[in-house]
């Protein structure tokens, strides 16, 4: 156990461990080690079709391991690795359960109600176990959508969408918080200004958080670790201030020839 330079303790709330996945049995992601501990931010890198979606599905339990073991928020949530052992049906198993144990996952589509408000988007997903005013406390890591509480979702910016998508995530007190192509859509300015409210939130509540992007730049700035994944492998996996100076070993990882 280690303690972070934002003073969390540091345990992993992901451990990813030779890890298999895919569709209908058939792995598009093989062999995946990742770890992320509290309060830290990893990036998970790649170009299309690498893989990174998949990996935070299966993460958050929509899509079924294929093979090896995947530890969520320190309950084994899948181990088969050789000898067929496997975790079925545990407290882990289903989606649902594993985000009522703080995991919360941000999906490309962003997933929010059109016609619901800011404040009721941010209502809805309270956890119940925060007794504080969680709206105000959200509000407060994102001031740009303080004066938008009564508007529509469906009549807010990308960007301010964007905002909602992880405030409403945070609403719920992750452990872990995985975000996908927070940048899709997006003009990079408004990435630029996005990308560090998810490690101030990281810095602020002690989650682990996992984020997939397209600008490569801005995800390895923000974040502590990156791994980047090329046609379903990860090629290489390091400090994300090594990895931003050596450009050469990102590219040749992004063409898969590490
Ligand atoms: P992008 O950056 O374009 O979103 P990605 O790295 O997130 O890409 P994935 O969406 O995980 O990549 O896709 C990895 C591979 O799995 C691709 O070859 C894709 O075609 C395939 N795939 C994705 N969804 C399915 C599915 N439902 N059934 C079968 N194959 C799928």
Known sequence: MTVTSAGHTSSPVLVAQGLDAGYDGV???RGLDLVINQGEVVALLGANG???????????????PISGRLTVLGEVAHDERGRGRRVRRNSLTRTWRRARRG????PEDRGLFPGLTVNEHLRLSKSKTNTSNTSNDILDLFPALAPLRTRQAGLLSGGEQQMLAIARA??????LL???????GLAPIIVERLLPLVRSAAAATGAGVLIVEQHVHMA?????RAAVMSRGVVTVQGDS????????ILESS?????
């Open 27 to 29: 792995p598009v992601v």
């Open 50 to 64: 690498a893989g990174k979606t998949t990996t935070l599905l299966t993460i958050a339990g929509l899509l079924p």
């Open 103 to 106: 995991l919360s996952l941000v």
């Open 170 to 175: 945070l609403a719920t007190m992750p452990k």
């Open 178 to 184: 995985m975000v996908d192509e927070m940048s899709l």
């Open 220 to 224: 390895l700035a923000v974040s502590d």
């Open 241 to 248: 201030r090594e990895l931003e100076a050596r450009s050469d």
């Open 254 to 258: 992004y063409l898969g020839e590490n």
